[in-house]
């Protein structure tokens, strides 16, 4: 059975970090691009940022560049956001995403969990 579990959302002052991972299991991990989508309240989902099978490329929305930091373990099956300087427009609810051949579109995965919230108080 393919699951996706995120973890580590939580309320953070603006500015503050959190880090959120992501723990796949029921399908090789290590085989397919992985990222990671938001939706805020009252807005379509949005891409954040995607890393390839083996972490070599990294891509990441404008607003997420410089700030989050997108890394995953193979050998664990585990995806992370770290996330700095965050900012009250980050509130969102955060899912990762496995499985697709266009890192950018959330249409194009196969596989998503089920989200964790994300509110930054300003």
């Known amino acids: 059975q393919v699951q996706l579990v995120e973890s580590g959302g939580g309320l953070v002052q603006s500015g503050g970090s959190l880090r959120l991972s992501c723990q796949a299991s029921g399908f090789p991990f290590s085989t397919y691009n992985v990222g990671w989508f938001r939706q805020g309240p009252g807005k379509e989902r949005e891409f954040v940022a995607a890393?390839?099978?083996?972490?070599?490329?990294?891509w990441y929305a404008d607003s997420a560049k410089d700030r989050f930091t997108i890394s995953r373990d193979n050998y664990k099956n585990l995806l992370y956001l770290q996330m700095n300087s965050l900012k009250p427009e980050d509130t969102a609810v955060y899912s990762c995403?496995?499985?697709?051949?266009?890192?950018?579109?959330?249409?194009?995965?196969?596989?998503w969990g089920q989200g964790t919230q994300v509110t930054v108080s300003s």
């Open positions: 890393i390839s099978r083996f972490g070599g490329s990294t």
């Open positions: 995403a496995a499985d697709s051949d266009n890192v950018f579109e959330p249409g194009a995965y196969n596989y």
